[in-house]
């Protein structure tokens, strides 16, 4: 299919074609070239789903696909059914809920914002009960297209993880609903992708429902190229659009610098033509962003350069593993306080060369905006002055945070740095004085007052407490000398106590072995129930004893080994000889009572026995060891805390005549 309108076009000369730096808005549709099968692909997808991410590298078009490319479509298909579309378009920036929450408000007006932001931090199901709430009146199918455009500013310029985490789980909720009627559209950066799987449960959904914009094949670029021009009447010299093409070379992020070229070359039109000699004379693809922004740099006198050196860093937030990003600030943030005439003709030049954009936050506070990132990519002199101090622009974008979080505290003394983070920033400082904003000199001050202030206090508090602690010092040995005293008596009494009740559980145990030899000839010659039922509950009771005896038994190695023999030697007497006993009586009492007179389990119960009592001769040994070393251990410590009592009444007379003196004498 040919290129260009089916019916000839009055040519326009107040309307250009093209959009320079600045991408597609809604208002542009009719310029919008060349992206038609991704189009058609995202309204497929949102058939399915009403959430979609749209990925994609820097400069590739994402926003302008979705704003000049599928809203246009969205609101087509939505009248075609007799409904109304409703598209919020948001920039998280420093804030996201509070931009979030100014376009809420556009959809119940009634509502006042704050009461919508305070409900935004506190529950999740915000967003979708605003959009319920504001379609109750309208016809069912209707649906509220909330677009998150660039999302990874919620990484870049958004310091507060509440914010970034409710914003996800806002956009979660609100697109995963059962019979919501939100749809959610995300434009992210693929560099910052892996950023979101710190929220796996959003990581997941843009997982599941993405679509990645990479370059434009040629067909795509060609339509880029000349449809606009066509559109208004213009027509484009023989092998332009050929040596545009070679130049752009399916480049991912060439759009922008595309459509700047695109724009310069209008610019240069010859009548109705767009020519080869307007496109060299711009610089190319390659070279016209960098000429016009050169071009506009050199008009300005060597002061206007300095403040348009800093107002361009200011826009700059440099990568931390992730490509370098623009930032947008309050004009308050880089106006100086001096020379606000000179910042103006810089701002005013800066914006009429289409390299910076000027607009509203959602506060109604006027903000400053980098036209594209293309431009940090793209001009080599601002590429030096990034890479000249990169380290040094890090710590300005965490001071001007910093700063600001003081402010929005009240300018809380908690907030104010501290340690090396001061040290590092005043540094830094003091080789940059004209780069900081007033509000950032007033936090570096307040700094230094604050950290002057507490060790100050801090000294103060030294000299006070270096006598106490002096004297504490002694009756602190004093008292852990007596400490100790009680302590080794207590363990003392501890070990013995533990020991005695060893003895108790062995004597315990060798009644019991007793009773069961006992029990199972009287049950075998009298067929008594009895005596089997209270050999069996011994047996049961028997491992709980052992367990004991093993915990409260010294702990002197050979005591331990026989405490394990003298229960390997009861596990195979009971196994080996009481419970086969007791099963042969529950068949033939006469069998049983053969079987102990001939074998009986005499043997083996004597050698328990005499185990038995050498763990019992022993464990008294070891009583009578610890006992008479506690003892020793205690008149010792009781000797010295006595000592130390001594040295601490001495050190506490010495520490108060030194205070009284220096009271006398001042500070």
Known sequence: ?????????????????????????????????????????????????????????????????????????????????????????????????????????????????????????????????????????????????????QLEEVFTLCRDETQRRQLFCLLLDAATAPGGRTVVIVTLRTDFYARCASYPEFAQLIGAQQMLIGAMDSDGLRQAIEEPAYRVGLELEEGLPGTILADVAAEPGALPLLEHALLELWERRRGVMLTLEGYRQAGGVHGALAQRADQIFDEFSPEQQQIARRTLLRLTQPGEGTEDTRRRVPRSEISPADGADNFDVVLGGLVDGRLLTTGRDDTGQQVIDVSHEALIRGWPRLRRWIDADRAGLLIHR?????????????????????????????????????????????????????????????????????????????????????????????????????????????????????????????????????????????????????????????????????????????????????????????????????????????????????????????ERAVILEREAHAESDAERAIDLGIGGLSLVLVITAVSTMYLRGRRRLGP
Not at 50 to 56: I, K, S, T
Not at 118 to 123: F, G, I, K, M, Q
Request: aromatic content about 6%; charged content about 25%.
């Open 1 to 149: 299919m040919p290129f260009g309108p089916e019916v000839p076009v009055a040519r326009r000369d107040d309307v250009a074609p093209y959009r320079g730096l600045r991408s597609f808005g809604e208002q542009d549709a009719r310029f919008f070239f060349g992206r038609d099968g991704e189009v058609q692909r995202l309204l497929e997808k949102l058939k399915r789903s009403r959430f979609v991410a749209v990925l994609g590298p820097s400069g590739c078009g994402k926003s302008s696909l979705v704003q000049a490319g599928l809203v246009p479509e969205l609101r087509a298909a939505a009248l075609a059914h007799g409904d109304q579309s409703h598209v919020c378009v948001l920039r998280p920036g420093a804030a996201p809920l509070t931009a979030l929450a100014a376009q809420l408000a556009t959809l119940v007006p009634g509502q006042a914002m704050q009461a919508t932001l305070y409900a935004l931090t506190r529950d999740a199901r915000t967003l979708h009960l605003s959009v319920e709430l504001a379609l109750a009146n309208g016809p069912a199918a209707g649906r509220v297209v909330v677009i998150v455009d």
């Open 398 to 618: 965490r001071l001007t945070d910093a700063a600001h979080q003081w402010d929005t505290l009240n300018r809380e003394a908690a907030s104010l740095y501290r340690g090396a983070r001061l040290a590092t920033a005043r540094d830094w400082a003091t080789d940059h004085d004209d780069d900081l904003s007033s509000l950032e000199h007033a936090f570096l001050t307040a700094s230094h007052a604050n950290e002057h202030n507490e060790t100050k206090a801090a000294k103060r508090r030294t000299r006070r407490l270096r006598g106490l602690v002096t004297g504490l010092a002694g009756l602190v040995l004093a008292w852990l000398a007596l400490i100790f005293a009680v302590s080794g008596q207590r363990d003392a009494a501890a070990t013995a106590f533990r020991s005695q009740q060893a003895l108790s559980v062995s004597n315990e145990l060798e009644k019991s072995l007793l009773t069961i030899e006992t029990g199972l000839g009287r049950y075998a010659t009298s067929g008594d129930t009895t005596f089997l039922t209270r050999i069996r509950r011994m047996l049961a009771d028997y491992p709980k004893r052992r367990d004991d005896l093993a915990r409260r038994v010294s702990n002197d190695p050979g005591q331990q080994q026989l405490v394990r023999e003298i229960s390997a030697a009861i596990d195979d007497y009971a196994g080996s000889w009481v419970r086969p006993v007791i099963d042969i009586a529950r068949d033939d009492l006469g069998a049983a009572d053969d079987q102990i007179r001939t074998d009986g389990g005499g043997s083996r119960l004597d050698a328990i026995r005499r185990n038995i009592d050498r763990l019992s001769q022993r």
